[in-house]
């Protein structure tokens, strides 16, 4: 996987200890992480290479900024220079270490799919006001949850000079900090290199799904929780008062009616009422094919957590492979059509020449 170093301090004159120290990270992070290497400086520079980025000629950057980011890449998709982390657009600035299968494209690199599709809904939703919130709300849209893969991600704004940490499950981070610094890692063996910058460290564990807004002020750095792009927290089972002729079901879990009208689906329990087009979740014996049960399950195609089960088969299954199982039958039933479209087309064609004398 790929490695994050990241860096906040307050401003001081400590330019050639930063340098010294970053460079020592990043080399060692690059032994294992070889293809590419890249810095961003809040000053305003980005540095991207296939090769080691020397740090020697960053004093500058090294003592003015606040915040650094440095990202060695393992390409697992996208294998071009363009595609080095870290990702600058639109005032803000990424990098992302795991796997996100579900923003892979033809071959681009996940984490650049995925920041595209983040600064057009950002762009989409804020209108000047509650900025956290609007980033908040993007990522949720984004990740929440995450379909396949993992992600331990940073975000700088540039606009406010904050940078948002997360991650879930599937990736670690490594937290130190003092009343000067704080220094997250992937790499467990890089706080070796904690004694170049002055002062002892104390580790912490970063939560699972949790989004940390990180903002270096000029004596101390500021760290708050500010939400989170998982589900964490399962909603109390609430009975749901239906009008006659509406699907009447329990909502064990606050997701659920998100899922139905992100989809489109049409909950109803009168099967004549049925549009054509939606008969295919509808089985002899269920009215509805995929029901929501009362505790998380373990999807039987992705193994992601779920509150959806397959009626038919009587499987846990999630909403995006419920999607692409409807979408998979779709043109299953699409394919079908068309055989019996040109083996009517064949008949009425022999049929002419029949009747034509030519046969």
């Known amino acids: ?19 010294s120290f970053m460079q020592s990270v990043s080399a060692y992070s690059y032994q294992s992480n070889s293809d590419g290497d890249g810095v961003f400086f809040n000053t305003g520079l980005l540095d991207k290479s296939f090769k080691p980025i020397k ?13 650094i980011i440095a990202h060695q890449r393992i390409a697992t998709s996208g294998y071009t220079e363009d595609n080095v982390q870290p990702f600058e657009s639109n005032g803000f600035v990424i990098a ?25 809904l950002f762009n989409k939703l804020y209108s000047g006001k509650n900025r956290d919130k609007v980033i908040l ?4 849209q984004l990740l929440n949850p995450i379909t396949y893969g993992s992600y331990s991600i940073v975000l700088y704004d540039s606009q406010t000079g904050s940078s948002y940490y997360f991650k879930n499950s599937g990736r670690s981070i490594y937290w130190h900090e003092n009343k000067n610094y704080i220094f997250l890692t992937t790499s467990a063996s ?5 004694d170049h910058l002055n002062g002892s460290f104390t580790t912490y564990t970063a939560k699972d799904y949790t989004v940390y807004k990180i903002t270096p002020l000029k004596t101390k750095i500021k760290c708050e929780e500010i939400g989170d792009v998982g589900i ?23 997701h659920f009616k998100e899922i139905v009208v992100s989809y489109g689906f049409t909950p109803i329990n009168n099967r004549k ?22 505790e998380e399950e373990v999807c039987n195609f992705c193994k992601n957590h779920t509150v959806l089960l397959d009626a038919e088969f009587m499987v846990p299954i999630c909403k995006d492979c419920a999607l692409d199982d409807y979408m998979e039958d779709c043109k299953n039933q699409y394919e079908d059509k068309e055989e019996e479209m040109e083996e009517a087309e064949e008949e009425t064609a022999e049929d002419y020449l029949k009747s034509s004398s030519i046969l």
Request: proline share 4%; net charge positive.
């Open 96 to 120: 992302h270490n795991g796997i996100m299968n579900t923003f892979a494209e033809g071959g681009k690199s996940d984490t650049r799919v995925m920041f595209k599709k983040f600064n057009k």
């Open 190 to 194: 890089n706080d070796k290199y904690l």
């Open 55 to 67: 740090y020697g000629k960053y004093l500058e950057e090294c003592t003015a900024s606040n915040t």
């Open 137 to 140: 709300t993007c990522l949720r």
């Open 273 to 294: 009422s049925v549009p054509e087009k939606l008969r295919f979740y509808i089985t002899k014996d269920k009215d509805w094919r995929f029901v929501p049960i009362k």
């Open 232 to 254: 964490t927290k399962k909603a109390k089972p609430k009975k749901v008062k239906t009008k006659k002729g509406k699907f009447d079901f329990t909502d064990h879990h606050k």
């Open 1 to 19: 996987m790929c490695n994050l170093n990241i860096l906040f301090k307050v401003p001081k004159n400590d330019g050639v200890n930063v340098l």
